[in-house]
């Protein structure tokens, strides 16, 4: 859930205090003089190349390996008729695309001056990555809207609990959809279109889901949110 702040602050307090054009912290003769860009990108994917690159990377790979170690709930048939909607195997799946999200970075359809690396992704890695970020989406929206819902007796929680992690779960799929209008229809040319909006979507799904996963775990702060609903 804090990821996007963390990038973003980490990104804007380097920039600001321009400490990769301090001697004290970078050898001036043997680097590039860095030209910061802005201190918040146009999704949480572009921060890979900024100061706040090892933050991205280092989230999401430490996330992608507490899921892919995720056992989960064993589920029998006779007693769901999701069964094979298994904990493990979406968590798995989500695994997989955080490592898919962090091997192939984000393209950019423009130069990026505060560029750490010597490189920007191609086209196809971007697709590819792009892929891996909507299946990840995808798959943590279903286990709030399914796994995280269902009981023993091939039923659903129906209670505000329930309904929280269907809020969640439609919420990150209403982003989704919101970002392929975005994405592929004439939507992204249109002028008013806020250039932060890839950004913004991301970071509520994150928060969407972080927020049905404290629920699942019982946490105490998430008591006051289930009373108003």
């Known amino acids: 859930m804090a990821l996007p702040f963390l990038c973003w ?81 979406l968590t798995t799946l989500a695994a997989v695309s955080a490592f898919g999200i962090v091997v192939f970075p984000t393209g950019s359809d423009h130069d990026i001056t505060d560029n750490l690396h010597i490189f920007v992704s191609s086209a196809e890695a971007g697709a590819m990555h792009l892929s891996f970020a909507a299946l990840f989406f995808l798959v943590i929206a279903l286990l709030c809207i399914v796994n995280f819902r269902r009981q023993s007796n091939k039923t659903f929680i129906k209670n505000a609990e329930g309904t929280l992690y269907l809020i969640c779960g439609w919420g990150m799929i209403a982003c989704l959809g919101l970002l392929a209008l975005f994405s592929f229809t004439p939507l992204k040319n249109v002028a008013w279109m806020p250039a932060n909006l890839v950004y913004a979507m991301e970071t509520i799904m994150l928060i969407l889901f972080g927020v049905a996963w404290l629920v699942k775990g019982k946490s105490k702060p998430t008591e006051v949110l289930l009373k108003s609903i």
């Open 9 to 89: 602050g980490t990104n804007a307090f380097i920039n600001d205090l321009d400490l990769l054009n301090n001697p004290l912290v970078v050898d001036l003769e043997k680097s590039q003089p860095y030209q910061a860009g802005a201190n918040l990108k146009s999704s949480i994917s572009h921060f890979y190349y900024t100061a706040a690159g090892p933050i991205f990377t280092g989230v999401l790979i430490t996330v992608a390996i507490f899921l892919v170690c995720y056992k989960g709930h064993d589920k029998k048939p006779k007693e769901d008729k999701y069964a094979w909607l298994s904990d493990k195997l």
